[in-house]
């Protein structure tokens, strides 16, 4: 049997007072006692009671939601995404609804759609689109909507994009190896069509070029329709095989299933391969051996997000200039 959901008129009968008191102390919109503050919070603790924010911004056209909207919560670069910005948006009475699309155009669509329905204060995505047309929904719809890279399209209708310097990403990671005397480098790309990764894979490429030592052959293709770990087996058992001296990911996550994979075949890192990976995500720190990894600026991406979303005069919002991201050496290279 499906429990009955607690209601602000079941807390204000057992506080003993109106639904009104009832919504002024949780909005701290009015001079209540102490008296019955205290009585109205014991009464919401006790039945477990939990704002309906949703109902209250279709009931008085005012919200204080805003959606996010994110491709997939495996990769912990999201997920710490997730967690500054709910951190900052409670700070102002701000709650959040996430939505996970899985790369899925038509999940975009309908996530989008609900958003609207529930008359969000405004949207955050994390992400590009897998369909260029569902920005077009969200620019028409005439709510706040931000972007973190978002890609092209995005861009060219007015959507304010926040990036991070992606191609001095890709160059960073390729310098530091070069700089080790490291020629042949294997770099993992992936097959899903996204802005950010083909800059990286440009700054990549530009990085070798420099170096005359750019070949198209060694770069591999993550397949983003097939289990990530299924591929790094496949991956990784071509590399044990080759003369490769160092290996460039897109993610830590790839980097971690890579090295997993060479372990298992007998090789050694960073002694047989040095390793990149890409985000930062905490495991990195941990994981054995450690992972060199691009890092992104989390807080200072958040940051530049709400900046953008809720601007004051006092801030200048050049949202425009891409962040930088750094590098972070630790064992695997």
Not at 22 to 28: K, L
Request: some cysteine; aromatic content about 8%; charged content about 20%.
């Amino acid at each position: 049997m499906t429990k009955k959901r607690t209601t602000m008129k079941d807390v204000a009968k057992l506080a003993g007072v109106t639904q009104a008191t009832v919504s002024y102390v949780i909005n701290n919109s009015a001079n209540i006692s102490d008296e019955v503050k205290q009585r109205v919070n014991e009464a919401i603790q006790k039945l477990n009671y939990t704002p309906n924010y949703a109902a209250r911004a279709l009931k008085t056209n005012s919200s204080t939601i805003v959606g996010i909207i994110l491709p997939d919560i495996v990769n912990q670069y999201y997920s710490g995404i997730i967690e500054y910005l709910e951190n900052l948006l409670i700070q102002s009475d701000y709650h959040t609804m996430v939505y996970i699309t899985s790369y899925n155009a038509k999940y975009e669509s309908d996530i989008i759609q609900r958003l609207l329905a529930n008359n969000v204060h405004s949207i955050i995505v994390l992400y590009q689109f897998t369909d260029p047309a569902n920005w077009d929904i969200l620019k028409n719809s005439g709510k706040p909507v931000i972007a973190l890279e978002g890609g092209s399209h995005c861009t060219q209708i007015g959507i304010p994009n926040i990036q991070t310097d992606n191609f001095a990403g890709g160059h960073l990671a390729t310098k530091y190896l070069l700089n080790q005397q490291l020629k042949k480098i294997a770099y993992i790309n992936q097959t899903v069509v996204v802005d950010a990764l083909q800059e990286r894979y440009r700054g990549h490429t530009e990085a070798m070029k420099e170096a005359d030592c750019f070949d198209p052959a060694n770069t591999l293709y993550l397949d983003n329709e097939k289990d990530y770990y299924q591929e790094c087996c496949r991956i990784g058992a071509e590399i044990a095989k080759s003369d490769y001296e160092a290996i460039i990911t897109t993610s830590d996550l790839i980097a971690m299933g890579l090295i997993r994979v060479l372990k298992s075949l007998g090789k050694r890192v960073p002694e047989d391969f040095r390793v990149i990976g890409y985000d930062n995500i905490p495991p990195s720190q941990i994981f054995i051996p450690a992972i060199t990894t691009i890092a992104q600026p989390l807080e200072e991406i958040c940051s530049r997000i709400l900046d953008v979303l809720f601007p004051t005069e006092d801030k200048d919002l050049s949202e425009s200039e891409p962040l930088t991201p750094s590098l972070l050496a630790r064992e695997s290279a």
